[in-house]
T-cell receptor, first 115, second 113 residues
Framework: DVKVTQSSRYLVKRTGEKVFLECVQD?????MFWYRQDPGLGLRLIYF???????EKGDIPEGYSVSREKKERFSLILESASTNQTSMYLC??????????????FGQGTRLTVV | AQSVTQLDSQVPVFEEAPVELRCNYS??????LFWYVQYPNQGLQLLLK??????LVESINGFEAEFNKSQTSFHLRKPSVHISDTAEYFC???????????FGAGTRLFVKA
């Protein structure tokens, strides 16, 4: 089974802290994604990566950055956490292959609270 | 660009009753369509998908969805729901040949005894 593992289920950070959210996948997927999930807004794409060291902005990249130094790992960085970044963060991965492979596999999520 | 609209934010229903969760999408190019389910305190998992061919697709736990190109809809249905179906359901769209998935706002299904 594909496994996408996020390093923390719950995090509490202070305003202004630098925060790292880590995500690892074990299926050699090319594509990795970071979403945030807020009630009534669904999943909004923050950043995605289609290859090592490659990154693309999603719909809401402001206040975030990402790093992909290895194929299996995709990190989301909050340079200076703010209370409006309190949210559930979901990592996902997918394969660039045939149409039959085109689905996203998700981690369990990290619920981040910024106080 | 693609977009997805889920027409109901919450759907309460009694156990063994039928349910329909509505989804409309917008796209100028051909797309793949998905329904994902999120059980409490878990990540999302794929429920079913439409890629091509038959417009009716089914999941292993009794859900089905029908792709309607003329109405740009992909509604999810189940003829008889169980308490265990209580979850949040997300409709999603992806451009054919692309890899970026766009999600709707989600529909919370509450199944009551």
């Amino acid at each position: 089974d594909v496994k996408v593992t996020q390093s923390s289920r719950y995090l509490v950070k202070r305003t202004g802290e630098k925060v790292f959210l880590e995500c690892v996948q074990d299926m050699d997927h090319e594509n990795m994604f970071w979403y945030r999930q807020d009630p009534g807004l669904g999943l909004r794409l923050i950043y995605f990566s289609y290859d090592v060291k490659m990154k693309e902005k999603g719909d809401i990249p402001e206040g975030y950055s990402v790093s992909r130094e290895k194929k299996e790992r995709f990190s989301l960085i909050l340079e200076s956490a703010s209370t409006n970044q309190t949210s559930m963060y979901l990592c996902a991965s997918s394969s660039t292959g045939t149409a039959m492979n085109t689905e996203a596999f998700f981690g369990q999520g990290t619920r981040l609270t910024v106080v | 660009a693609q977009s997805v609209t889920q027409l109901d934010s919450q759907v309460p229903v009694f156990e063994e009753a039928p349910v329909e969760l509505r989804c409309n999408y917008s796209s100028s190019v051909s797309v793949y369509l998905f329904w994902y389910v999120q059980y409490p305190n878990q990540g999302l998992q794929l429920l079913l998908k439409y890629l091509s061919g038959s417009t009716l697709v089914e999941s292993i736990n009794g859900f089905e969805a029908e792709f309607n190109k003329s109405q740009t809809s992909f509604h999810l249905r189940k003829p008889s729901v169980h308490i265990s179906d209580t979850a949040e359901y997300f409709c999603a769209v992806e451009r054919t040949g692309g890899f970026k998935t766009i999600f709707g706002a989600g529909t919370r299904l509450f199944v009551k005894a």
